[in-house]
C-alpha cells in the first residue's frame, strides 16, 4: 500500500485505504438505495425536473460537466434502462456518463449513471446503470433555492498570473459560487458527477491556477475521492443562485488531509475532514441555456408537493426492493410494511429533516439553512406565488405546443399550426388580430420572435404565418428546418390591435404583404358568427400574384358572404405601389360610415400614407389603430461584465439579481426569480417598462415606449441591457395612466 505523500507543503492521500481510514465506510443502507433501472418514482422524478448536471468525456478523452435540460420532463425515459435528452454543443459525448437531477426548491437530489448509447447532434441517449437518490447535505449547505446576494456583497480576489481562474469574471463568480457538480471517474472509466455546496464560495481561490474544495462530513460514500486516486481527471460546473451563468471547470485533482489547509475552512471552529486540491487547466463562464430555460429561482418553477414523490420516501422503497437478504439492514418485508402505514413517510421526513439540521450544526453551520423541509417549502412556495401574484402587473401565460403541420402558404410564407404539447385539447383562447410570442431552440440558442395570429380564437390549434426574412434567424429556421412533432413555446397573447369584445358595424381594413395576417384572423371570427351583420372590406397590396397570402381562402370567403366581406387587391407589379391618391379614391368609393374602424398592417411608409390620408378625411383618432412589423434594431455597447440590477417594489426590502453580459433585464430578473412584469418580451407591449432610478441602459430601437415615459425615465425590461450597476423600480399597476399606454403597437421583429 502505498503512503500518503506530500507535495510541496500540502500532504496528499493517494490510495483507497487512507481516504477510507479518515471518512470511515459507508452503511449497508447507504449502497442499497441503488437500484438497477428506473423505477416508477425515478420517472415521476425526471417528469418534473427541469435541468441536470451531465458529466461525460468527449471523443478526445476530455472530461467535460456541463448542465442539461430547460423545461421540465426534458428528459424522455424510453424504458427503464434507457432514456434521451436534448443536447447541443460541440462536444459530442462518448462512453460512461453521469447524472443528477434537480428539483427546485428540493433539497434531495436523483443520480443516474450509465453509458452514452447514441448521440445525433441534438440528442443524446443513455443506457442506465444505476440510480439512487442522493441526501439533500449538499443543497442544505449552499442555500441552493434562497434568493440571490448582491454583488457588492461578495467580494472576488484580485489575481497575478495569467493561469485559468485569472480570465475575466471566473475569480467573480467564484466567488459567489455555493454549488458545484463535480464529476470524476474510476479505472474502469465508469462516471461519477455528485453535488458539492458550501455555506460561501464552495470552491476557494488559493492562486491563479489551483482550487481547493472542503469535503464536510456526509454519507461516507465518497464515490468522488474513490475515483481521484485512480484517475486524478476532474470537470466540474458552478452555479450561483439568481444568475444565469455557469462556470465549467477542468483540470486534475488530489486529496488532501493537511491540517493547516483544512484550517482556512473551519466553519464555528469545526474543520472539513478533507480537502480535494484542483489544478485548474481550464475554465470558462458562460451564460447556460440550461439555466436560462428552467428559471430554477421563480417560486413558479417550482413543484407542487404533490406532484413528485417525497424523495427520502423513494429512497426508502428503493432500500426495501435490495434489502432482501443483505446483513445490517431491517427485513425487506418489513421496510415495506413501515412506509406502507399512513403518515410514516410524513413522519420519517420530519426526522430526516431534524438530522439533516442535527448534521449541519455538527459541521459548524449555525443559521437556518432555508432548504430541505418539505413542510416548510410548501408554505415559502405558496406565500411566494401569492407575492408573485400580487406584484406581477401583467403576464400573459406560456404554453408549450407541437407543430402539428408547416403549411405551405407562398414560397415565401408559411404557417405553423400549432397544439398543444401534451396531446390534450386546450383551446387557444385571444382577440383577432392579437400576437403571440414563439421561441426556439436554435443553434442552442433561444430565440424569440412575436407573430400575429391568422387563425380564428377559440379552437384547439394555434395558426402563425411566417414570412421568410433574408438574414432573419427564426424564419429561416422555420422555412427550411422545422418541422411537424417539434415543440416550441408560445407565449402570450399580446397586443391591443384587435377590435375588442364587440366588432363595430363596420370595419376598413388596409394591408400590405404580411400584414394581412392579423386581418386573416379577424376576418374568420367575424365570419364564423353566422348571425353577425356587420361589414367588412379589406384593400390588399402584394407584389405579385404568388405572393397574396390566403388568396384561395379570400376569394372563398368574399363568394359565400359578399354582404359582409369584399375584397381588393392591388398589385405592385402590375398597378404599381399603393400611394395616398389610391388609398383615398378606395375609401371614397365604399363610403364607409362615419362610425367605422380602420385597421392598418403593414410596411410603416404605407401605413404612415394611410395615416395621411385618413386624417385629410376627418377620421378621428380613435376609430384608427396601426400594427408595425419593421424590424426592431439591436443596439451595440452592452456591458461586458456582469452587472448588479437592484429591483424596488412597494417599498418592499429590494431585490438583486446579476445580469450577465448581453442578457437583458428581463432575463436577469426571471432567473433570479424577480416578480418581473411582462407580456411579448420582444418589446411590443410595453407591460415590462420600468422605471430607471439609478444607472444606465442601453435599449433595442424603435420601441412602444411613449415620449411621455421616456421623460419620466421608463425603460424595457425586455430589451435593456445595463451599462452600469442599475436601480430599477417596478410601476404600481394601479398609478399607470392609461394614457401612457400606447394605441399604436411598436415594431415588431419579423
Excluded at 423545461?71 to 434502462?81: E, N
Excluded at 456583497?153 to 475575466?168: C, F, N
Excluded at 367575424?526 to 379570400?554: K, V
Excluded at 411613449?706 to 451599462?723: D, F, H, I, K, N
Amino acid at each position: 500500500m502505498r503512503r500518503a505523500e506530500r507535495d510541496g507543503d500540502v500532504r496528499r492521500l493517494t490510495t483507497a485505504d487512507e481516504v477510507e481510514a479518515v471518512i470511515g465506510q459507508p452503511l449497508p443502507m447507504v449502497v442499497l438505495k441503488q437500484i438497477g433501472a428506473l423505477d416508477e418514482g425515478c420517472r415521476t422524478v425526471l417528469a418534473h425536473s427541469p435541468i441536470a448536471a451531465f458529466g461525460h468525456r468527449d471523443a478526445d478523452g476530455i472530461s467535460r460537466t456541463a448542465f442539461a435540460g430547460g423545461t421540465p420532463g426534458f428528459t424522455r425515459v424510453h424504458s427503464p434502462t434507457r432514456f434521451s435528452f436534448s443536447h447541443h454543443g460541440p462536444h459530442a459525448p462518448r462512453g460512461p456518463a453521469s447524472f443528477f437531477y434537480l428539483l427546485p426548491g428540493v433539497g434531495e437530489i436523483l443520480r443516474i449513471n450509465g453509458t452514452v448509447a447514441g448521440h445525433d447532434g441534438t440528442r443524446t441517449w443513455v443506457d442506465v446503470a444505476e440510480a439512487y437518490v442522493h441526501c439533500a447535505q449538499a443543497v442544505l449547505r449552499s442555500r441552493l433555492w434562497q434568493p440571490p446576494a448582491p454583488i457588492a456583497d461578495i467580494p472576488a480576489p484580485v489575481l497575478s498570473g495569467d493561469g485559468p481562474l485569472a480570465r475575466p469574471g471566473v475569480a467573480g463568480f467564484l466567488a459567489a459560487a455555493p454549488f458545484l457538480a463535480l464529476s470524476t471517474w474510476d479505472a474502469s472509466g465508469g462516471s461519477d458527477t455528485s453535488p458539492r455546496g458550501d455555506r460561501g464560495p464552495v470552491a476557494r481561490i488559493l492562486d491563479d491556477r489551483t482550487l481547493v474544495i472542503p469535503d464536510r462530513r456526509g454519507n461516507k460514500r465518497a464515490d468522488s475521492l474513490h475515483n481521484l486516486v485512480r484517475d486524478d481527471r476532474l470537470s466540474m460546473a458552478a452555479l450561483v443562485p439568481g444568475r444565469e451563468g455557469v462556470l465549467t471547470v477542468r483540470g486534475r485533482g488530489a486529496i488532501t488531509d493537511d491540517p493547516a489547509l483544512l484550517a482556512t475552512m473551519a466553519l464555528d471552529g469545526t474543520p472539513p475532514h478533507l480537502a480535494l486540491l484542483v489544478h485548474v487547466e481550464d475554465a470558462e463562464v458562460s451564460v447556460a441555456d440550461a439555466v436560462v430555460r428552467s428559471r430554477l429561482w421563480t417560486p413558479g418553477a417550482r413543484p407542487d408537493r404533490g406532484a413528485v414523490p417525497d424523495l427520502m420516501a423513494l429512497a426508502g422503497k428503493q432500500l426495501a426492493t435490495n434489502a432482501a437478504g443483505a446483513k445490517g439492514t431491517p427485513p425487506a418485508f418489513l421496510l415495506k410494511a413501515i412506509g406502507a402505514v399512513p403518515g410514516i413517510p410524513r413522519l420519517l421526513r420530519l426526522l430526516m429533516d431534524r438530522a439533516y439540521a442535527s448534521g449541519l450544526r455538527k459541521e459548524g453551520y449555525r443559521e437556518d439553512s432555508g432548504d430541505g423541509s418539505a413542510a416548510k417549502d410548501g408554505r415559502r412556495r405558496a406565500h411566494a406565488r401569492r407575492t408573485s401574484a400580487t406584484a406581477v402587473r401583467r403576464r400573459a401565460p406560456e404554453r408549450e405546443v407541437r407543430v402539428a403541420e408547416v403549411r405551405a402558404e407562398t414560397p415565401k410564407a408559411a404557417t405553423l399550426v400549432l397544439e398543444d404539447a401534451d396531446g390534450g385539447r386546450g383551446r387557444f383562447e385571444f382577440r383577432p388580430g392579437q400576437f403571440f410570442t414563439l421561441t426556439a431552440e436554435i443553434g442552442g440558442d433561444l430565440v424569440r420572435r412575436a407573430y400575429s395570429a391568422s387563425s380564428a380564437p377559440g379552437a384547439d390549434t394555434l395558426e402563425v404565418t411566417v414570412k421568410l426574412v433574408e438574414g432573419g434567424r427564426f424564419s429561416t429556421h422555420v422555412h427550411r428546418d422545422l418541422r411537424a412533432g417539434e415543440l416550441l413555446t408560445v407565449h402570450g397573447p399580446s397586443g391591443s390591435f384587435h377590435a375588442g369584445s364587440g366588432p363595430p358595424a363596420e370595419t376598413v381594413l388596409i394591408a400590405a404583404g404580411s400584414g394581412i395576417t392579423p386581418m386573416m384572423s379577424m376576418i374568420r371570427a367575424r365570419l364564423a358568427d353566422l348571425r353577425g351583420r356587420d361589414r367588412m372590406a379589406l384593400l390588399y397590396s402584394s407584389r405579385t400574384p404568388d405572393e397574396i397570402l390566403f388568396a384561395a381562402q379570400l376569394a372563398r370567403l368574399a363568394g359565400e358572404r359578399p354582404d359582409r366581406l369584399s375584397v381588393t387587391h392591388v398589385l405592385t407589379e402590375r398597378d404599381g405601389r399603393l400611394d395616398a391618391a389610391g388609398v383615398r379614391r378606395w375609401i371614397s368609393g365604399l363610403s364607409p360610415a362615419r362610425d367605422a374602424h380602420y385597421y392598418t398592417c403593414g410596411p410603416g411608409p404605407l401605413m404612415d400614407t394611410v395615416k395621411v390620408v385618413l386624417t385629410e378625411l376627418g377620421i378621428r383618432d380613435g376609430y384608427t389603430h396601426r400594427e408595425d412589423f419593421a424590424s426592431a434594431l439591436e443596439t451595440g455597447g452592452a456591458a461586458t461584465v456582469p452587472r448588479e440590477m437592484t429591483v424596488e417594489q412597494d417599498g418592499r426590502p429590494p431585490r438583486h439579481a446579476t445580469v450577465e453580459p448581453g442578457r437583458t433585464l428581463l432575463d436577469a430578473g426571471l432567473a433570479a426569480g424577480l416578480p418581473m412584469p411582462y407580456s411579448c418580451t420582444v418589446g411590443n407591449c410595453g407591460d415590462c417598462a420600468l422605471r430607471l432610478r439609478q444607472g444606465e441602459v442601453t435599449q433595442n430601437e424603435p420601441n412602444c415606449l411613449t415620449p411621455r415615459q421616456r421623460a419620466e425615465g421608463y425603460v424595457l425590461a425586455c430589451s435593456g441591457r445595463p451599462l452600469t450597476d442599475v436601480t430599477l423600480e417596478i410601476p404600481d399597476p394601479a398609478g399607470v395612466n392609461p394614457a401612457d399606454t400606447p394605441i399604436v403597437p411598436p415594431s415588431r421583429e419579423s
